[in-house]
């Protein structure tokens, strides 16, 4: 029993993943300041459970932005892979998801839906923001990567 083989094998839970616990565990790299010399931090839980696309937006897919510059524009970059850095922390190509502006305490989230197929689901997922910070300097976060599931 104790090596899980049949007929006691199981699937393996999300608690028992090794990138489940701590919280953020999943983050990589190292941001890069802008001109306001703020350093923006991803905020990315590990793993993510990614809902089918009927479900409320409060329950789609999501990564947040902290310590960001005030009321700025960010984007949120994604790739299904790393990238070598030391600023770019996803790897190319990569889809630029609009996240609005940050709001007067430096924090944006991104809420979207995320295509559920035999393809997508237990695949890495690389995430990275990037902040206008005015002055045309464009600041980056650091990265996390992802495994999303479904049940």
Known sequence: ????????????????RPDFNPFEVNEYGNGTPGASGLVSEIIANAPPHVPGPTTATSGWFKVGIGKAPANSAIALLISNSAGPGPVLWVGQPFVSVS???????????????????PSTVGVPVFTQWAVDDGALVQAFSDAARFVPFTF
Do not use: H, K, W, Y
């Open 1 to 16: 029993m104790r090596a899980r083989q049949f007929p006691f094998d199981r699937p393996e839970l999300a608690s028992e």
């Open 99 to 117: 996240g609005g502006t940050t709001n007067a305490q430096g924090i944006g989230t991104v809420f979207m839906p995320f295509p559920l197929t």
